[in-house]
Nanobody, 123 residues
């Protein structure tokens, strides 16, 4: 059973940066596509970013393009989401998720989910 644990969330001022980590355990995650999703209070979950198993393909939702960067270190079984120039509208619980197929990241139909980490952007 694959387990995903997010970390790195917290309170940051507008314009600041955070780096989220998604640590995987259970079985080899380098065969998996990883996605970052977020859910703000009162809103539906949305896809933020995806990275393919070999990092050859990445995806960003329009609202984070140029500000967020996804990367992975398969040797450490960890995927990162570097978030710069944070805005109050980025406030949400951020989840990482994994699936065998990259295409599923685009639809949110992922097999494995973490429990999330809260990011609050406020002055």
């Amino acid at each position: 059973q694959l387990q995903l644990v997010e970390s790195g969330g917290g309170l940051v001022q507008p314009g600041g940066s955070l780096r989220l980590s998604c640590a995987a355990s259970g079985f080899t995650p380098d065969y998996l596509a990883i996605g970052w999703f977020r859910q703000a209070p009162g809103k539906e979950r949305e896809g933020v970013s995806c990275i393919s198993r070999n990092a050859g393909s990445t995806y960003y939702t329009d609202s984070v393009k140029g500000r967020f960067t996804v990367s992975r270190d398969n040797a450490k079984n960890t995927v990162y989401l570097q978030m710069n120039s944070l805005k109050p509208e980025d406030t949400a619980v951020y989840y990482c998720a994994a699936d065998r197929f990259y295409i599923n990241c685009r639809t949110g139909a992922m097999d494995y989910w973490g429990k999330g980490t809260l990011v609050t952007v406020s002055s």
